[in-house]
C-alpha cells in the first residue's frame, strides 16, 4: 500500500513539473514541449505512468554513487541489496565512463611497466641489455651498462640514459667518402629522441612510441603543405624569371624570387628533418613491437 502511494505521489510530482515548464516556456531543443508524463487514464486524466520512474532513479543513484567512488559494499547496505552482486548489477554505467577507468588503468598499467623497465636497466649487464631494449646505437647500451643510473631519464616513449645532457653529440653521421663517424647534435634537441643514439625504448612504451609516430605523421602532412605552397610559389617566379630572360625583357620581381627560394630551401628542410624523424621513430616502435612478440 505504500508503494502505492509513493508511486501515486511521484506521479503527481511529474504532473506538477511538467506543468510548471510548461508555464514558463520550456521546451526540448527541437522545440517539443517536455513531457514528463507518458500516458494518463482516460476517465481522470490523471498520470499513470512518468518518464521517469522511481526505479530508474534508483539505478541512477546508485550508479551515480558507484561513479564517484563509493565501494558497492557499502552501497549493497544503503539501498537494502542482499548481496554486492545485486548492486553492481544495478550500476549502469555509461560508455563514456568505462572507457576513462580502462583508459585510468591502462595508463597506470603502463607507468608501472615502464618503472619496472627503468629499474631493470639499472641493474642489468650489457648482455642482458641487448635482449630486452631497442635501440639505434651501441652508446645507448653503454652509456646505460656503465653508468649508475641516476641519470635515466624516463619519458612516455622510452629512455635516455644520460637524462638528456648529451643531446649536442647525439646524432650519428657517416661520412660515407672517409667512412668516419662523426656524431653531432640532434636535431630538434632533447624533443627528438628517436634520432639520438643513447636513446632505448621497449615493448612497455609501445604506446607513447605510437603517439609520437602519430604526431611526426602530423606534423609532416602540415609540413608537407607548406613546402607544396614554396614550391608553387618558387617555381613561378621562376619560370616568370625565365622567360624575362629569354625575351629580354627586365624582371621586376628579383626580390620576391630570392625569398621564394629560401622558403622553398627551408620547407624542403623541414620536410626532410621530420621524415627521417618519422622513419627512425617508427623503426623503432616496430622493433618494439617484434621484441612484444
Known amino acids: 500500500m505504500t508503494d502505492v502511494r509513493i508511486r501515486n505521489l511521484w506521479l503527481k510530482l511529474m504532473d506538477e513539473m511538467e506543468r510548471r515548464l510548461a508555464d514558463v516556456g520550456e521546451t526540448l531543443s527541437n522545440g517539443d514541449p517536455i513531457r514528463l508524463v507518458l500516458t494518463r487514464d482516460k476517465k481522470t486524466g490523471q498520470p499513470s505512468t512518468a518518464t521517469f520512474d522511481l526505479h530508474s532513479l534508483r539505478v541512477s543513484l546508485i550508479t551515480a554513487m558507484y561513479e564517484e567512488g563509493v565501494p558497492p559494499e557499502y552501497l549493497m547496505k544503503i539501498v537494502g541489496h542482499a548481496t554486492v552482486l545485486m548492486t553492481l548489477y ?94 653531432q647534435a640532434v636535431p630538434g634537441g632533447a624533443s627528438n629522441c628517436a634520432r639520438c643514439r643513447f636513446f632505448m625504448t621497449g615493448p612497455a612504451f609501445l604506446f607513447g612510441l605510437e603517439a609520437h609516430v602519430n604526431d611526426l605523421s602530423y606534423r609532416l602532412k602540415k609540413a608537407s603543405l607548406t613546402f607544396e605552397k614554396a614550391q608553387e610559389r618558387f617555381d613561378s617566379l621562376s619560370d616568370a624569371h625565365a622567360d624575362a630572360l629569354s625575351g629580354g625583357a627586365p624582371f621586376h620581381k628579383q626580390r620576391e624570387l630570392e625569398i621564394a627560394e629560401t622558403a622553398f630551401e627551408s620547407s624542403t628542410a623541414q620536410v626532410d628533418e621530420i621524415a627521417l624523424s618519422l622513419q627512425a621513430a617508427y623503426a623503432l616502435w616496430f622493433a618494439g613491437s617484434r621484441n612484444r612478440k
Do not use: W
Request: glycine content about 6%; charged content about 25%; aromatic content about 4%.
Open 90 to 183: 544495478y550500476t549502469k554505467l555509461h560508455v563514456e565512463t568505462l572507457t576513462l577507468r580502462m583508459d585510468e588503468a591502462l595508463l597506470e598499467r603502463q607507468r608501472k611497466s615502464q618503472a619496472e623497465m627503468a629499474g631493470f636497466i639499472k641493474s642489468a649487464s650489457r648482455q642482458e641489455l641487448e635482449q630486452a631494449v631497442v635501440y639505434r646505437h651501441p652508446s645507448a647500451l653503454d652509456a646505460a651498462s656503465s653508468g649508475t643510473g641516476v641519470g635515466l631519464l624516463v619519458m612516455d616513449h622510452g629512455i635516455c640514459p644520460v637524462a638528456a645532457k648529451r643531446c649536442h653529440e647525439g646524432l650519428v653521421v657517416q661520412d660515407l667518402t672517409s667512412n668516419v663517424t662523426r656524431f
